[in-house]
């Protein structure tokens, strides 16, 4: 069966430090991959997608960035975090772009 | 651009039924999700209808799909204090390879 893996489940860094979330997922290969973030308020709002290794499409212009180095592996990143990066970050996947997404636990952020 | 809303709070009384309310705007969507997410966690899906459908049942959980008004609900039997958590409803339309989401109904089940 598929399972996806996110960590780490909570992270407080200060300003200007970097950041390195990573997401993997099992028992599927070619996956569709995303990252969310959800605010305080609750509102989930999509930050990246891939449909394959090495492509990456940014839904918001933002101060992170994402990468996709193997094909069930993907990497939320940033090289100087604001304070407005504080929040909870969701990786999902999904066999097609057509079909339902699969979560991973989320990782708190909080930016000190 | 699409657009999905749903009611921010809804209590009810453990043993009664739940139902939570969903509305969206684009015609296109093909497909809809229910996802439930409790206190610090992910979110888990509880459930999907293709917009050819009007019902779908799953145990203790309906759905019902009004696509002329573009309405979408879930009907909670019984609910137990476990249901408590906020529940979001998604949609995908065909063009789009994403979920849009609402932003989620905090479900409070009262003993």
């Known amino acids: 069966s598929q399972t996806i893996h996110q960590w780490p489940a909570t992270l407080v860094q200060p300003v200007g430090s970097p950041l390195s979330l990573e997401c993997t997922v099992e028992?599927?290969?070619?996956?569709?991959l995303y990252w969310y973030r959800q605010a305080a308020g609750r509102g989930l709002q999509l930050l990246f997608y891939?449909?394959?290794?090495?492509?990456i499409s940014s839904e918001v212009p933002q101060n992170l960035s994402a990468s996709r180095p193997q094909d069930r592996q993907f990497i939320l990143s940033s090289k100087k975090l604001l304070l407005s990066d504080s929040g909870f970050y969701l990786c999902?996947?999904?066999?097609?772009?057509?079909?339902?997404?699969?979560f991973g636990q989320g990782t708190r952020l909080t930016v000190v | 651009g699409e657009d999905v809303e749903q009611s921010l709070f809804l209590s009810v009384r453990e043993g009664d039924s739940s139902v939570i309310n969903c509305t969206y705007t684009?015609?296109?969507?093909?497909?809809l999700y229910w996802y439930k997410q409790e206190p610090g966690a992910g979110l888990q899906l509880l459930t999907y209808?293709?917009?050819?459908?009007d019902m779908k049942q799953d145990q203790r959980l309906t759905v019902l799909l009004n696509k002329k008004d573009k309405h979408l609900s879930l009907r909670i039997a019984d609910t137990q204090t476990g249901d408590s958590a906020i529940y979001f409803c998604?949609?995908?339309?065909?063009?789009?390879?994403?979920?849009?989401f609402g932003s989620g109904t905090q479900l409070t089940v009262l003993p």
């Open positions: 028992g599927t290969s070619n996956p569709n």
């Open positions: 891939s449909v394959g290794i090495g492509q």
């Open positions: 209808i293709f917009s050819n459908m």
């Open positions: 684009d015609s296109s969507s093909t497909y």
């Open positions: 999902a996947w999904s066999v097609t772009e057509y079909t339902e997404a699969f």
């Open positions: 998604a949609e995908k339309s065909g063009s789009a390879r994403q979920l849009t």
